[in-house]
């Protein structure tokens, strides 16, 4: 089945520590997308991707960094500059600026 | 920010009821989506409507949308148990590719 596949999902960070998020999909969709969402709150874009080796920075990156080398593939990883990283990160996909897929999340804490 | 806003924030109804969630944004668009999350996992898209159309229909669902007054509204019609989830309009910024996800409403339907 087509789908975004996001591991893991639970996900467990101790200080000073960088952690990598892993999104993947198969649905040859061109643009790649992570938010964050904080309890009771919207979905924040963090970084996009509307091609291969581009990406372009959302409105809170600041302590994220990702990359884009496959098209299926749009790893997010949250250093240890982000100071509040405790959330649930939600990574998405479409083409053509048609309705976005979602992966089922991966949720972040702290040790 | 371009962040929309959805009201009312949490919605209680009876199962059959109807449901509407209003939904507003700031700049021009290419078309506005809704979303529903069920808690804890991610968000699926229900229905896009553009922004030189009005109204919108799919199955239970009928969403409006007011250009000049930059606002949507999402109605259920004859709730079930199951739609209790929290629901999401999105917004595409005219210039680019990016969405922008409003607060939410929370829909819980007593069966």
């Known amino acids: 089945d087509g789908g975004i596949t996001q591991s893991p999902k639970y996900l467990f960070r101790k200080e000073g520590q960088n952690v990598t998020l892993s999104c993947e999909q198969n649905?040859?969709?061109?643009?790649m997308y992570w938010y964050r969402q904080d309890p009771g709150q919207g979905l924040r874009l963090i970084y996009y991707?509307?091609?291969?080796?581009?990406?372009q920075k959302g409105d809170i990156a600041e302590g994220y960094s990702v990359s884009r080398e496959k098209k299926e593939s749009f790893p997010l990883t949250v250093t240890s500059a982000q100071k509040n990283p405790t959330a649930f990160y939600l990574c998405?996909?479409?083409?053509?600026?048609?309705?976005?897929?979602f992966g089922d999340g991966t949720r972040l804490s702290i040790l | 920010s371009q962040q929309g806003e959805e009201d009312p924030q949490a919605l209680s109804i009876q199962e059959g009821e109807n449901a509407t969630m209003n939904c507003s944004y700031k700049?021009?668009?290419?078309?506005l989506q809704w979303y529903r999350q069920n808690s804890g996992r991610g968000l699926v898209h229900l229905i896009l409507i553009r922004s030189n159309e009005r109204e919108k229909h799919s199955g239970r669902l009928r969403v409006t949308l007011d250009t000049s007054k930059k606002s949507s509204s999402l109605l259920i019609t004859a709730s079930r148990a199951a739609d209790t989830a929290s629901y999401f309009c999105?917004?595409?910024?005219?210039?680019?590719?990016?969405?922008?996800f409003g607060t939410g409403t929370s829909l819980t339907v007593i069966p």
């Open positions: 999105a917004t595409d910024a005219k210039a680019g590719n990016q969405f922008y």
């Open positions: 991707s509307q091609i291969v080796n581009d990406f």
């Open positions: 998405a996909s479409n083409s053509g600026g048609g309705p976005q897929h």
């Open positions: 700049t021009s668009i290419n078309n």
């Open positions: 649905l040859n969709h061109d643009a």
